[in-house]
Each structure stands twice: as C-alpha cells, then as structure tokens.
T-cell receptor
C-alpha cells in the first residue's frame, strides 16, 4: 500500500511565523503535490514537483514556496504566515505514468 | 474561475437506491477525469477514472459516465451503502500535464 505521511495533523502558528509542512511518500513516486482545501473552493493546487529539485507553480502559489531535495520528501514553506493561510493542507503523490494521486491525511493549519 | 464545478453540495439517498453525483467542466481540453472519495479526517482516495475517448467506465458498484458534448460527467453508485457516506470530488486534467483541477465536492449521505 502506498503511504503518504504528513508531519502534523494539527498546527497553530502566529502571524508572521515561518511554517514548514513536511510530506513523505514511501512508493518511489516521481510526482508530488501540495493542495489546500477550503469550504466552497474544493482542492486548489499550490505547487507540484515532478522530480528532485524540480517544481512547478499551481493555481495559488503566492505566499508559499516548496523544497524537494529527496525524491520521497516534499516540503511546503509559508515564509510569513498570514491568517488567510488558515486551511487544510493536503499532500499527494503519483507515479509519472499514472493519473491517480495518493493523498496524505492532511494538516489543519490555523494562523492566529 | 472554477473550471470544474459540482453544483450540489450535498445529497441524501436511501440505502439500496442509486446515488448520482454530477460534475460539470468548462475546459474542452480536459482529457482525463477522476473521482475521489474523502472521509472526515482522512485524505481523498481514488475511486474511478475515465479517459475522454470513452463515455462509460464501470468498476463494481461504481460507474462513471462522460458526456463530452455537454461537458458533464456523473458518478453512479448502485446500490448505495451506508459506508459510501463521504465527500466526493471530481477532478479533470488538461492534456499531458500533471495538474488536475478539482471540483468543490458533494457530501453524500446514505440513510440506512
């Protein structure tokens, strides 16, 4: 079974803090994704990566950056957290040749 | 602007009856569609997919129908079971890229 793990289930941070969300997958997938899920907006893609050190912007990259130094790990960074970044963050991975993505359980981030 | 829309936020169905979840899209370049199922406190899990060269794909109790001229797809669950109660997301991909666009989700409740 593919396993995608995220470093925290719940996180509370203050405005202006630098926040790191970590995601690890154990199935040697090439592609990794970061989404945020908000009520009424569904899942929106922040960034994705198709290889180590490669990254592509999604629909809403502003205020975020990512890092992929190893194939199994994809980090999402909030350089200076703001209250409008309070959300559920979902990480996913997939094989290059396959369409279906495997999701982690999500991190509920609250910025106060 | 939302390219993939699920206009029904919620749906209630009696156990044993058919559940029909709908999804509309605006981008005629979308060529691959997926449905995901999400339980509370878990990440979405892949359910079923369909390529734009087909109009129907079936997997056990789940069938996805694609009407390209209407830019509409639907997920049929027959017979519905209480364990099917979850939020269902449709997703669409444009061309050969890795980015999928998700709908806002429909919360299905199957009443025993």
């Amino acid at each position: 079974d593919v396993k995608v793990t995220q470093s925290s289930r719940y996180l509370v941070k203050r405005t202006g803090e630098k926040v790191f969300l970590e995601c690890v997958q154990d199935m040697d997938h090439e592609n990794m994704f970061w989404y945020r899920q908000d009520p009424g907006l569904g899942l929106r893609l922040i960034y994705f990566s198709y290889d180590v050190k490669m990254k592509e912007k999604g629909d809403i990259p502003e205020g975020y950056s990512v890092s992929r130094e190893k194939k199994e790990r994809f980090s999402l960074i909030l350089e200076s957290a703001s209250t409008n970044q309070t959300s559920m963050y979902l990480c996913a991975s997939s094989l290059w040749s396959k369409h279906e993505q495997y999701f982690g359980p999500g991190t509920r981030l609250t910025v106060t | 602007d939302q390219q993939v829309k699920q206009n029904s936020p919620s749906l209630s169905v009696q156990e044993g009856r058919i559940s029909i979840l709908n999804c509309d899209y605006t981008n005629s370049m979308f060529d691959y569609f997926l449905w995901y199922k999400k339980y509370p406190a878990e990440g979405p899990t892949f359910l079923i997919s369909i390529s734009s060269i087909k109009d129907k794909n079936e997997d056990g109790r789940f069938t996805v129908f694609l009407n390209k001229s209407a830019k509409h797809l639907s997920l049929h669950i027959v017979p519905s079971q209480p364990g099917d109660s979850a939020v269902y997301f449709c997703a669409a991909r444009e061309g050969a890229g890795n980015q999928f666009y998700f709908g806002t989700g429909t919360s299905l409740t199957v009443i025993p």
